[in-house]
């Protein structure tokens, strides 16, 4: 993998969590996940429309940090992006996990398929 789509897919991980911060969820996440994509969270699996709805109705996250972030090339224009993120919203405890996006290389560019949240 070069390290420019290398970039490309740490700066989709990272524009994920603006928009989820700056309450554009819907769309961004509208344009980046794959028509099939399975989204797994620590409260149960979800497809793409639930996990847009999802996202686009909760509560936005007021700050996040993700560190320890590494690029994974598994072949046929496949990647694995994985990470910690450490992110706070008011009145909640803080979240931290461990994250892993899998993407594929599309016409359109980058497309999330599968993505887990491990507390």
């Excluded at 911060?21 to 620590?42: I, K, S």
């Excluded at 409260?43 to 639930?50: H, K, L, S, T, W």
């Excluded at 686009?56 to 072949?75: C, F, L, M, Q």
């Amino acid at each position: 993998m070069r390290t420019q789509e290398a970039e490309q897919l740490v700066a989709l991980e990272r524009d994920g969590w603006e928009a989820l911060t700056n309450g554009h969820a819907r769309e961004f996440y509208d344009d980046v996940l794959a028509g099939e994509a399975v989204m797994v969270f620590p409260f149960g699996v979800m497809n793409r429309d639930d996990a847009i709805d999802g996202m686009a109705e909760s509560r936005r996250w007021k700050d996040y940090r993700i560190d320890d972030i590494t690029v994974h090339d598994v072949g046929a224009g496949i990647a694995v992006v994985a990470y910690h993120v450490h992110a706070e919203r008011d009145e909640e405890d803080p979240f931290d996990a461990m994250l892993a996006s899998t993407y594929v290389r599309s016409r359109g560019g980058w497309r999330m398929m599968v993505h887990q949240q491990s507390p």
